[in-house]
């Protein structure tokens, strides 16, 4: 039975939005979710404004509210790397984060795979899993690939994010062979929307903008969430739907559009 969180960033600060972090949670709560996945622009901005990570985290607590997942981290020079990690350890201990996303953006080496397993081993540290994110716009853009280096990691609890908008329209197909071959401990999570192929040259904007809910678009969810559930896979479900028209909405009418329609595509959660 899946578990669904909700992720902030269709609605977050790197939008010229505000915080509204308490309308984010009373939203998330309303519709059903177990959990809400912050976004690093949503994060740093309520730091600015001067909103207590124990604060967050007793608004989430009293809500009955999870942190899924923390989008997330990108895994790539040193200096930046070391800079985005201090920030992650402290957002996952404050709130008791499950996941943190990962995007690779440098070329996979040896000293990017000992990079990576220091950033695993610090999550870990706190009792966070780090969830490699593959895309083509990352040095990730497989599932093959992000297991590839998963194994290579080698640290407990490091897997690979089945996102379902770069599962679908990746370029060079999809890879039903290798999501179903990924082994169970090296599947982390899942991060859902729906879609239609995008005209090339567009990843970017149709990316952020044009995800549509789930079941509203050409992706074959029903046979990847069974895929998953055949496997006894309770894997937690970040619902990430990007989309501009959306995004000019409430968060409580997009919060419940997105848990009605991730229910029906997906599957019901235990909530």
């Known amino acids: 039975m899946p578990r669904y969180g909700l992720a902030t960033l269709n609605h977050s600060t790197m939008h010229g939005l505000p915080t509204q972090w308490e309308a984010h949670l009373d939203a998330a709560a309303s519709a059903g979710f177990e959990a809400i996945a912050p976004d690093v622009f949503w994060l740093r901005k309520l730091e600015e404004e001067g909103v207590a990570l124990a604060t967050l985290r007793a608004g989430l607590e009293s809500r009955e509210l999870a942190c899924m997942e923390i989008a997330g981290i990108a895994i790539g020079a040193a200096a930046a790397t070391q800079a985005e990690l201090d920030e992650q350890v402290r957002w996952s201990e404050g709130l008791g984060a499950e996941f943190v996303n990962a995007r690779v953006v440098e070329p996979v080496d040896p000293a990017l795979t000992d990079r990576a397993r220091a ?3 610090a999550l870990a540290a706190v009792g966070t899993r780090l969830a490699l994110e593959f895309s083509r716009g990352t040095k990730l853009n497989s599932v093959s690939g992000a297991r590839a280096f998963s194994e290579a990691i080698d640290v407990p609890g490091v ?3 089945l996102d379902t908008w770069h599962f679908f329209l990746r370029p060079e197909g999809i890879e039903w062979d ?4 990924l082994p169970a401990d090296h599947f982390a999570n ?4 729906d879609g239609v192929p995008y005209a090339e040259g567009e990843f970017g904007p149709a990316t952020m903008d044009q995800r549509l809910l789930p079941g509203e ?6 046979r990847a969430s069974a895929l998953v559930r055949d496997r006894g896979l309770d ?6 739907v990007l989309n501009a028209e959306w995004r000019g909405r409430e968060p ?16 019901a959660s235990g909530r």
């Open 178 to 181: 290798a999501l179903e071959a």
């Open 235 to 240: 894997l937690p479900v970040v619902v990430e």
């Open 190 to 193: 899942v991060q859902l929307s």
């Open 217 to 222: 678009g050409e992706f074959e969810l029903e």
């Open 252 to 267: 409580e009418a997009f919060a419940q559009a997105c848990a009605k329609a991730s229910r029906r595509a997906w599957g």
């Open 159 to 161: 897997g690979v994010t």
């Open 119 to 121: 950033v695993a081993q």
